[in-house]
């Protein structure tokens, strides 16, 4: 089969983006320009900016335009607004918990329900101090500071009596 050939122009470094007549100097051709992108090719896809020329923005409903690099132009413009649009509104949706805000549970003897009238022991970062009863290895869970109760948290998922 055929092999591809490589193009013996590389994109000129830093392309710049905006409308570009790769032919300037051509009398028998018609003047067309086409859009550069970033990586230094047309959005057409038709040619490759090497540097040669200047690159205008702004002229976006010239009538000299490619029509397929107005085409896209403008698509991938609508793309970017609904891009930014969609941001803006996230972001308006993404708003800071209030302080104090309920912080879910880790462990189901956290809640009302599951600690039956305990009050386990927390440690000084004020966090659950899950090794407050410790009877071995791997054997640990909460302890009332109310009853002394404690039990391991690995082998039950909630304390087996309640605080009397």
């Known amino acids: 089969m055929g092999k591809q050939q490589k193009s ?14 790769p032919s300037p100097y051509s009398a028998r051709r ?19 900016y090497t540097g040669e020329g200047t690159v205008e923005d702004g002229m976006d409903a ?15 413009t609508a793309r970017l607004s609904r ?10 949706k993404r708003r800071l918990k209030p302080v104090g805000s309920a912080v879910k549970p880790k462990y ?9 009238g305990h009050t386990w022991k927390h440690d000084e970062g004020g966090s659950l101090d899950i090794f407050a009863y410790n009877v071995g290895e ?10 002394n109760y404690g039990f391991c948290h690995h ?3 909630l304390p087996e009596i309640s605080c009397p």
């Open 8 to 21: 013996k122009s590389a994109p000129a470094v830093g392309s710049p983006t905006g409308w570009w007549n």
């Open 30 to 48: 018609r003047v067309v320009f086409h859009y550069v992108t970033k990586d230094g090719r047309t959005i057409c896809g038709k040619w490759l």
């Open 62 to 76: 010239h009538d000299d335009n490619c029509a397929d690099c107005k085409r896209r132009k403008l698509a991938l």
């Open 83 to 92: 891009e930014v649009q969609k941001m803006k509104t996230n972001s308006k």
């Open 108 to 116: 189901p003897y956290q809640t009302k329900n599951g600690a039956r």
């Open 138 to 147: 791997h054997h640990n869970g909460p302890r009332c500071i109310k009853c």
């Open 155 to 157: 082998c039950k998922t």
